[in-house]
């Protein structure tokens, strides 16, 4: 089995069903993502330049897709180097997905690599994802059921959005 570097279209519909309800063409205008932070199209919190995103901020379609683009690659490579073992692609999808959601500095210092690095079938990573759910010091039902999705792909191979 060769390394897997790259995202399957499965990720892509993840994010854009959680980071704007599958419509991303409602966030091109900056707005207040539920943990309180300045966001644009599909999650970007920062530019490719380092500068955050901004009240009053607007973006085109066309940007919407490159900054998803820069943005994925960062966690892509991330989840690429920092899992040690070899994985399947359902599995580096939800693991991507988790990482463009949280960043990947929680990733890195996370218990759930530490278990994938050392059983990456471990039943127990189920509940290392279940873990990641609050925002402002109170969990949010929509990162709920983000770990819920993210958890059935990385067992399952395939995409469920409600539980």
């Known amino acids: 089995m060769e390394k897997i570097t790259r995202v399957s279209p499965d ?41 955050r995103v901004m009240p009053g901020d607007v973006i085109t379609e066309q940007q919407v897709f490159e900054l998803l683009t820069y943005d994925l690659a960062a966690a892509e490579s991330a989840v690429a180097s920092l899992v040690t073992p ?49 925002a402002g010091g109170k969990p949010l039902p929509g990162l709920i059921r983000r770990r819920q999705s993210e958890s059935w792909l990385y067992f399952n191979g395939n995409l469920k959005f409600n539980f």
């Open 86 to 134: 070899l994985i399947i692609q359902q599995r580096f999808d939800a693991l991507v997905d988790f990482t463009y959601n949280l960043g990947i500095l929680a990733f890195k210092n996370s218990t759930l690599l530490k278990v994938i690095n050392k059983n990456p079938g471990d039943p127990s990573i189920d509940k290392q994802f279940a873990r990641w759910i609050m």
């Open 11 to 51: 990720c892509l519909k993840m994010i854009e069903y959680f980071e704007c309800g599958g419509d991303f063409r409602q966030f091109l205008k900056a707005y207040k993502c539920p943990a309180g932070k300045w966001t644009i199209g599909m999650g970007t919190t920062r530019y490719p330049s380092g500068e």
